[in-house]
Structure formats: structure tokens, C-alpha cells
């Protein structure tokens, strides 16, 4: 049976912190701007951890193991 591939797409988008944390961006800061206040774009700039129901499932996409 032939190993499983990374997704390239998960590869992108998250990162594995030291402690073993998923960590990621938040969404809704590429476009349409102009009606979004600027308190609420600057707060999209922070990063944010992945919920713990969805790391597992996310750290198999990322190590192909």
C-alpha cells in the first residue's frame, strides 16, 4: 500500500506549535474590506488555535503517518 501523501492544502494553512497546539488563521481578511470595520479587521490579523475536537484530524492531514 502506497503512503499516505500530506495535504498541501492543510500543509498551507496550519501550524504545529512546540507544545503540539494546531495553530491557524482566521478567516474573512482577503476581500470585501471596505464595509468591515477596522477593530474587526485588525482582530482578524491575530492567529487562533484550532479547537481540540478538530486537531487530530487535522495533524493527520499535515504528518503523513
Not at 470585501?32 to 479547537?51: F, S
Request: proline share 2%; aromatic share 4%; glycine share 4%.
Amino acid at each position: 500500500m502506497p503512503k499516505m501523501k500530506t495535504k498541501s492544502a492543510a500543509k498551507k494553512r496550519f501550524r504545529v506549535t512546540a507544545s503540539g497546539k494546531v495553530k491557524r488563521q482566521h478567516a474573512g481578511k482577503n476581500h470585501i474590506l471596505t464595509k468591515k470595520a477596522r477593530k474587526r479587521k485588525n482582530n482578524l490579523r491575530q492567529g487562533a488555535y484550532v479547537d481540540n475536537t478538530q486537531e487530530k484530524t487535522i495533524k493527520t492531514l499535515i504528518y503523513n503517518k
